[in-house]
């Protein structure tokens, strides 16, 4: 084979909601065409609103798309679209080859930081002592203080939440990784320690597509952006 | 991934029922009481699939439906019509085509049922290690060492102090009630659990200990589960996919995270934005 290997090739991707109660639907994307590569950071652009995080939810399929095509070559070689395959095929690819980091960390209140991250581990194969291996490698990478590993995330500072949330995501090793806003709750140490793991992650072959607040940080790890324009309601 | 449970068009109506029943019935019509003949539709045209390892969440208010879904399930209330295919390794098992003792033993042996009411899911008084070894006699597994030796390493595995394993249940929180019947219906170690609202009713940080039990039991033993409730928060933390219903109907089906962050039926969006 030659040429770019897309791992991600997103074509007239629509959607918008409909809010029964208000009687109302509001446009969210409107025939938005991008694709990411493997090995490539892709940022996407826009004013807030514009729908960079749907554009994101869709991909991760929290969002149904109206219409449009996500084409993802899986790690077989196989070409899924996701946003017509069903709902277990989404699942089997969450848990083993896309990962998604939003700026929130959800997680069981009473579990600790380093089963948070080694329990998607398991599930995506590995065993139990590889598992609490790696995640205590992730998070050490994000710069985690090992005497918070055996506590719950739900006691600490955002920042340190969003770290946890980082080293989940990452320690799985994702084909796919969508971003949105990883570092915004972060020191600037801090960002630079997620910088260097979206590097390490672009060199094994991850393809990323993400949104970031500051400017920085997009000329800092991107290496193509995507503009989303903000659309208008519709009655 | 293979399916493990397969539930077509399955109905259960209270009353006589008349020919009427499922046109003015229903989410569309705001009621599950049929106006011609008084016939109550408490389940209606539910079809679904239940992957082996997978968390099944459904959700719906009271009356919708979901608890009479377990019933069926279960046997302990007759369906009106549909089916539920049972996948096992060599052959598929048709469940309302069994007869009694046939249903017993699947029951006994394939099925573990955990009650929001301990009541239902437990013999109160007498012992804690008593109520497993009853569910392994069913089973015909029966040597006394076996029994006890397997009581206690269940109640270890769920949090169940093993000294208190000779007390009765009726002494016990009802945290640790729900502990107790999680383990019971975990002794013949089923391949499916259908848990019917098992946190209702428990302070919150007894709820989250028994969620996380849930989630570990599954991550150890891929049980595939069926998890009905009426908390938004028990299928966010437990369910890959979720089943939402109303007057007895399925009105949506998706990811969990999809049905909480994109709802499309109306229901669903009101039942998301008045949780949030």
């Given at each position: 084979?030659?040429?770019p290997r897309?791992?991600l090739?997103?074509?007239?991707?629509?959607?918008?909601?409909?809010?029964?109660?208000r009687g109302?639907r509001?446009?969210?994307?409107e025939?938005?065409?991008f694709t990411?590569?493997?090995?490539?950071?892709?940022?996407l652009l826009?004013?807030?609103g514009?729908g960079?995080?749907?554009v994101?939810?869709?991909?991760?399929?929290?969002y149904r798309p109206?219409?449009?095509?996500i084409?993802?070559?899986t790690?077989?070689g196989s070409?899924?679209d996701?946003?017509?395959?069903?709902?277990s095929?989404i699942?089997?690819l969450r848990?083993?080859e896309?990962?998604?980091?939003t700026?929130?960390?959800?997680a069981?209140?009473?579990?600790?930081?380093?089963?948070?991250?080694?329990?998607?581990?398991?599930?995506?194969?590995?065993?139990?002592?590889?598992?609490?291996?790696?995640?205590?490698?992730?998070?050490?990478?994000v710069g985690?203080?090992?005497?918070?590993?055996d506590?719950?995330?739900s006691?600490f500072?955002?920042?340190e939440?969003?770290r946890?949330?980082l080293?989940?995501?990452?320690a799985?090793e994702?084909?796919?990784?969508?971003l949105?806003?990883?570092t915004?709750?972060?020191?600037?140490?801090s960002?630079d320690?997620?910088?260097?793991?979206?590097?390490?992650a672009?060199?094994r072959?991850?393809?990323?597509l993400?949104?970031?607040?500051?400017?920085?940080?997009i000329r800092r790890?991107?290496?193509?952006?995507?503009?989303?324009?903000?659309?208008?309601?519709?009655? | 991934m293979?399916v493990?449970?397969?539930v077509?068009d399955?109905?259960?109506?209270?009353g006589?029922?008349?020919?009427?029943?499922l046109?003015?019935?229903?989410?569309?019509?705001?009621?599950?009481?049929?106006?011609?003949c008084?016939?109550?539709?408490?389940l209606r045209?539910?079809?679904?699939a239940?992957?082996?390892?997978?968390?099944?969440g459904?959700i719906?208010?009271?009356?919708s439906?979901?608890?009479?879904?377990?019933?069926?399930?279960?046997?302990?209330?007759p369906a009106?019509s549909g089916?539920a295919?049972f996948h096992?390794?060599?052959?598929?098992v048709?469940?309302f085509?069994?007869?009694a003792?046939r249903?017993?033993?699947f029951?006994?042996?394939?099925?573990?049922v955990?009650?929001?009411?301990?009541?239902?899911g437990?013999?109160?008084s007498i012992?804690?290690?008593g109520n497993?070894a009853?569910?392994?006699i069913?089973a015909?597994?029966?040597?006394y060492?076996f029994?006890r030796?397997?009581?206690r390493a269940?109640?270890?595995?769920?949090?169940v102090?093993?000294?208190?394993?000779d007390?009765?249940?009726?002494r016990?929180?009802?945290?640790?009630?729900?502990?107790?019947?999680?383990?019971k219906?975990?002794a013949?170690?089923?391949?499916?659990?259908?848990?019917?609202e098992?946190?209702t009713?428990?302070?919150?940080?007894?709820?989250?200990?028994?969620?996380?039990?849930?989630?570990e039991?599954?991550?150890q033993?891929?049980?595939?589960?069926?998890?009905?409730t009426?908390d938004?928060?028990?299928?966010?933390?437990?369910a890959?996919?979720?089943?939402?219903?109303?007057h007895g109907a399925?009105?949506?089906?998706?990811l969990?995270?999809?049905?909480l962050?994109?709802?499309?039926?109306?229901?669903?969006q009101?039942?998301?934005?008045?949780?949030?």
């Open positions: 084979m030659s040429g897309h791992v090739e997103v074509e007239g991707l629509s959607k918008s909601f409909t809010i029964h109660a109302r509001v446009l969210a994307l025939g938005l065409s990411v590569q493997a090995g490539e950071l892709v940022a826009g004013p807030s514009a960079k995080s749907s994101l939810k869709c991909i991760w399929r929290a109206d219409a449009g095509t084409r993802y070559q790690a077989e070409v899924v996701l946003a017509r395959a069903n709902d095929d699942v089997h848990t083993r896309l990962g998604f980091v700026q929130f960390l959800h069981l209140p009473r579990l600790s930081a380093l089963e948070v991250v080694a329990r998607p581990l398991r599930r995506a194969g590995w065993a139990p002592e590889e598992a609490r291996d790696r995640a205590a490698l992730a998070l050490a990478a985690l203080p090992s005497r918070l590993f506590l719950p995330p006691t500072s955002g920042g939440r969003q946890v949330n080293a989940r995501a990452f799985v994702p084909r796919l990784l969508l949105d806003e990883p915004a709750s972060l020191d600037p140490a960002r320690r997620v910088f260097g793991m979206i590097d390490d672009r060199r072959g991850a393809a990323i993400a949104v970031f607040h500051d400017a920085e940080a790890v991107a290496d193509r952006t995507v503009t989303v324009h903000a659309l208008v309601e519709v009655a | 293979s493990l449970l397969e077509e399955l109905a259960r109506i209270h006589r029922g008349c020919d009427r029943c046109e003015v019935t229903g989410p569309e019509h705001g009621t599950n009481r049929c106006r011609f008084g016939s109550v539709v408490a045209g539910a079809s679904f239940l992957e082996r390892g997978e968390v099944l459904v719906g208010e009271s009356g439906g979901k608890s009479t879904l377990v019933r069926l399930l279960c046997f302990d209330e009106s089916r295919l096992e390794a060599d052959r598929v048709d469940l085509a069994l007869d003792a249903r017993r033993a029951r006994d042996t394939r099925l573990g955990v009650y929001q009411n301990p009541m239902l437990l013999a109160l012992s804690a290690g497993i009853e569910r392994l069913a015909e597994r029966v040597r060492a029994l030796e397997r009581a269940l109640l270890e595995r769920t949090g102090p093993v000294a208190r394993m007390e009765p249940p009726a016990f929180s009802g945290g640790m009630q729900q502990r107790v019947q999680i383990a219906a975990l013949t170690e089923p391949p499916l659990l259908l848990l019917d098992i946190t009713g428990l302070d919150l940080s007894v709820q989250a200990r028994i969620l996380d039990l849930v989630l039991l599954q991550e033993l891929a049980v595939s589960m069926l998890v009905v009426h938004l928060g028990v299928v966010r933390h437990l890959s996919r979720t089943l939402v219903m109303r399925i009105v949506e089906a998706g969990t995270d999809q049905i962050e994109d709802p499309s039926h109306p229901y669903t009101e039942l998301v934005s008045a949780a949030l």
